[in-house]
T-cell receptor, first 116, second 110 residues
Framework: DTGVSQDPRHKITKRGQNVTFRCDPI?????LYWYRQTLGQGPEFLTY????????KSRLLSDRFSAERPKGSFSTLEIQRTEQGDSAMYLC??????????????FGEGSWLTVV | DAKTTQPNSMESNEEEPVHLPCNHS???????IHWYRQLPSQGPEYVIH???SNVNNRMASLAIAEDRKSSTLILHRATLRDAAVYYC???????????FGAGTRLTVKP
């Protein structure tokens, strides 16, 4: 399968612990996005990369959140000192260059985080 | 950014056509109209997109009003596998975040 893959698919962690999610985009895509989705809501934009450069961050991305894409391929999203409010599905997506207008973004199946 | 308005939920019978409406009265001339859907426990999946003309693909058809202030996603024969949340989204050149609303939850009855 050559789609967007995310790991782990599910993570249960205790409040205060750090967690890291990994995303492998579609290989020829140079744009990579992170979204967060809570139950009953649509996905909310967190950040995006063009190659290895993080070009935009939502105000939802607090200082406990950090995302990296060191070689312009896979990306990681780390949440430090997790809180119960961080419980959500974290979605990764990728697209070819040229922006989202008129282009297709391909999503992974998401990483579910439960903070207890 | 222009916003979209969709019904919270709709029901359809299996093998019947489904018309999912979306209002976007503040759309600008360069905004594209995208539709994605999200099946339970999965990430969103691209369905179709268009700018001004109606569009058809293997999954669905997109009918865009002449004034572009509304559009309709048409599933020609709904199946049980089409039960999902359908999102209507506008995208604009220069913006890099695809903004999802709450979407329309489609239930397909056998």
């Amino acid at each position: 399968d050559t789609g967007v893959s995310q790991d782990p698919r599910h993570k249960i962690t205790k409040r205060g612990q750090n967690v890291t999610f990994r995303c492998d985009p579609i290989s020829e895509h140079n744009r990579l996005y992170w979204y967060r989705q809570t139950l009953g809501q649509g996905p909310e934009f967190l950040t995006y990369f063009q190659n290895e450069a993080q070009l935009e961050k939502s105000r939802l991305l607090s200082d406990r959140f950090s995302a990296e894409r060191p070689k312009g391929s896979f990306s990681t999203l780390e949440i430090q000192r997790t809180e119960q409010g961080d419980s959500a599905m974290y979605l990764c997506a990728s697209s070819q260059s040229g922006g989202i207008a008129g282009n297709t973004i391909y999503f992974g199946e998401g990483s579910w985080l439960t903070v207890v | 950014d222009a916003k979209t308005t969709q019904p919270n939920s709709m029901e359809s019978n299996e093998e019947e056509p489904v018309h999912l409406p979306c209002n976007h009265s503040t759309i600008s001339g360069t905004d594209y109209i995208h539709w994605y859907r999200q099946l339970p426990s999965q990430g969103p999946e691209y369905v179709i997109h268009g700018l001004t003309s109606n569009v058809n693909n293997r999954m669905a058809s997109l009918a865009i009003a002449e004034d572009r202030k509304s559009s309709t996603l048409i599933l020609h024969r709904a199946t049980l596998r089409d039960a999902a949340v359908y999102y209507c989204i506008l995208t604009r050149a220069g913006n890099n975040d695809m903004r999802f609303g709450a979407g329309t939850r489609l239930t397909v009855k056998p």
